[in-house]
């Protein structure tokens, strides 16, 4: 019997991995992997869709091709994968390399002439499947820190024929790991408000004891009713300190399964959705990801497997039961968590209108206007997951709208109308959101229609309306005016803007039009003479910056080049 299970555990997990191509993709970097991100790990508003391999705090690291096929999309942006490529391989996979510093030389060639082309640093371009073939283990690019990235690494993707991101361990990609998950935390949950946990209907964190043998024995809690449990959990790799996300988690009641999730693939428009997953109150209260191991209403997500009662269990009085959580990376490394729970029947005083007093409805499946003063506010069905109640004041320019702890589907729609608003600069007023103690204004990208501004946002919050009549700054950083820049590869300005942001720039030499990289990071613009089109010797160089509500500085200067 015992040679009969082992078989069979040996046959799913060969089964497991033939879904995908093994040993077809290999590793796009020739130095030891090392991840500082984990796919379907959690981020602010989505789950992470690859890895992220350390590039050892350097730029410039080889880029290699995983696997034979053609560029079938670059995409160059400020923001987002920054520099990133896209190939796509005979058997219908799409391997993405994002955070570029550069190409390899041909791609750079091909890329620049689009940039050239269409006087813009922003570009994205889709090659047909004969434009540029890549052979395999060719080298592609160079690692860099472009886009929205917070330091030097690569983040790679594989996607299927329908763009979900796969995660590429599940290929054969391999990294060292030896240690199990850890759990910081573990909280219980009431699903109405007939559920009571130790005495109380709200969230309730849990006292968690480590044992000797790596798993988490819960201190025994008193429940009745319909409850849910939630995590904050977390893996590390051997060779890298950093907190990951986790492979799959399982929770059991009694024995039984009662839920699987498993970060194994998803779809980016569910993606999105994260916020669903984690309690979004909490988090943006102590910037801590609880998972809620329970299914609510409302929730898209495709991460869930054998589901039952959405993952709640029920509690009868005068019980004894016990709830278990199975944690694992990729590598099978597991914890377990051991939560035993006694029946009890306690009533909570729980005052139906102590939440809602003074609070304004928004509802799941009607569409809601609020109006005040020169203040609408649109909320279009399945706007919330939930039927809230939110705050909603409007003082003279400044709408109070709740605050940021109900996560939203889509966006909602701020109009501010300025029939009556006195001011001689009217076009330099936009929408904002107030931030931080001071109350900071942070450009919403606001729209102009009359005397109507409009802007949307997924943000509960502060918004109010900001002048802005402060042109951007634009400073040389390695020359001066009528300076020989002969021997210098680059050309080097900082711009910046201090209210509404830089929106759009443009540098012409001689009248001609520049490639000037940008980097919001940095808030450097960047010119590579190797493109050679600076050739005469004197050069006059017009920089123009504007910012988001059409303040524009003008920067000229001459230089001189052999």
């Given at each position: 019997m015992k040679k009969i299970l082992i078989l069979l555990l040996i046959t799913c997990s060969l089964q497991a991995q033939s879904e995908y191509p093994q040993d077809y993709f290999k590793n796009p970097l020739d130095i030891t992997l090392v991840l500082s991100g984990t796919f379907g790990e959690l981020r602010s508003s989505h789950f992470h869709a690859g890895l992220d391999f350390k590039t050892q705090q350097k730029e410039g690291l080889k880029v290699y091709t995983s696997a034979e096929g053609y560029v079938s999309r670059i995409k160059i942006s400020h923001?987002?994968?920054?520099?990133?490529?896209?190939?796509?391989?005979?058997?219908?996979?799409?391997?993405?390399?994002?955070h570029l510093q550069k190409f390899s030389e041909r791609l750079e060639k091909y890329i620049?002439?689009?940039?050239?082309?269409?006087?813009?640093?922003?570009?994205?371009?889709?090659p047909s499947s004969e434009e540029l073939l890549v052979a395999s283990n060719e080298v592609i690019a160079y690692s860099g820190n472009t886009g929205g990235s917070g330091g030097p690494h690569l983040h790679f993707e594989i996607r299927d024929n329908l763009e979900r991101p796969i995660n590429p361990m599940l290929f054969g990609i391999d990294v060292k790991d030896t240690k199990a998950p850890f759990v910081s935390a573990v909280y219980a949950y009431p699903k109405d408000e007939h559920a009571v946990i130790n005495g109380k209907n709200e969230r309730v964190p849990l006292r968690l004891i480590p044992q000797k043998n790596g798993s988490y024995e819960v201190e025994k809690i008193s429940a009745y009713g319909h409850i849910g449990f939630g995590i904050t959990s977390y893996d590390k790799q051997d060779l890298a300190p950093n907190n990951n996300g986790l492979s799959n988690i399982q929770t059991f009641f009694n024995g039984n399964k009662s839920l699987e999730i498993d970060f194994r693939r998803f779809s980016f428009d569910e993606s999105k959705h994260i916020k669903r997953l984690i309690d979004y109150a909490y988090y943006k209260e102590k910037k801590s990801r609880i998972q809620k191991l329970f299914?609510?209403?409302?929730?898209?997500?495709?991460?869930y497997k054998d589901a039952y009662d959405n993952g709640y269990v029920r509690i009868e009085d005068s019980t004894s039961s016990v709830y278990k959580i199975r944690i694992r990376d990729y590598k099978g490394n597991e914890t377990w968590v051991n939560v035993p729970i006694n029946g009890k029947h306690e009533k909570v005083g729980i005052d139906p209108y102590?939440?809602?007093?003074?609070?304004?409805?928004?509802?799941?499946?009607?569409?809601?206007?609020?109006?005040?003063?020169?203040?609408?506010?649109?909320?279009?069905?399945?706007?919330?997951?939930?039927?809230?109640?939110?705050?909603?004041?409007?003082?003279?320019?400044?709408?109070?709208?709740?605050?940021?702890?109900?996560?939203?589907?889509?966006?909602?729609?701020?109009?501010?109308?300025?029939?009556?608003?006195?001011?001689?600069?009217l076009d330099k007023v936009y929408i904002a959101r107030m931030y931080g103690f001071y109350n900071r204004?942070?450009?919403?990208?606001?729209?102009?229609?009359?005397?109507?501004?409009?802007?949307?946002?997924?943000?509960?919050?502060?918004?109010?309306?900001?002048?802005?009549?402060?042109?951007p700054t634009i400073k040389p950083i390695n020359f001066q005016n009528k300076k020989w820049l002969s021997k210098y590869r680059y050309l080097k300005v900082k711009i910046d803007d201090d209210l509404s942001g830089i929106s759009k720039y443009r540098a012409t030499v001689n009248g001609k039009w520049i490639l000037?990289?940008?980097?919001?990071?940095?808030?450097?613009?960047?010119?590579?003479?190797?493109?050679?089109?600076?050739?005469?010797?004197?050069?006059?160089?017009?920089?123009?910056?504007?910012?988001?509500?059409?303040?524009?500085?003008?920067?000229?200067?001459?230089?001189?080049?052999?």
């Open positions: 923001y987002g994968y920054g520099k990133a490529l896209y190939i796509t391989h005979p058997n219908g996979y799409t391997t993405v390399y994002g620049k002439e689009c940039q050239y082309e269409k006087e813009s640093y922003e570009v994205e371009v889709f299914i609510e209403k409302n929730n898209p997500l495709s991460l102590e939440v809602i007093l003074n609070k304004t409805l928004i509802s799941v499946n009607e569409p809601t206007t609020l109006d005040e003063g020169n203040v609408m506010v649109d909320f279009y069905k399945n706007t919330v997951y939930d039927d809230v109640h939110i705050d909603f004041k409007v003082n003279s320019d400044t709408l109070y709208l709740h605050k940021d702890n109900i996560p939203l589907q889509k966006n909602f729609y701020i109009h501010y109308d300025l029939s009556n608003y006195k001011s001689e600069h204004p942070s450009y919403v990208s606001t729209k102009r229609r009359g005397n109507v501004l409009s802007a949307r946002s997924k943000t509960l919050g502060t918004y109010a309306l900001a002048m802005d009549t402060i042109a000037m990289e940008y980097d919001y990071k940095t808030k450097m613009l960047v010119h590579d003479f190797n493109d050679n089109i600076v050739k005469d010797t004197k050069n006059d160089l017009k920089i123009i910056v504007t910012d988001n509500v059409g303040n524009s500085s003008t920067f000229e200067a001459t230089f001189f080049r052999k």
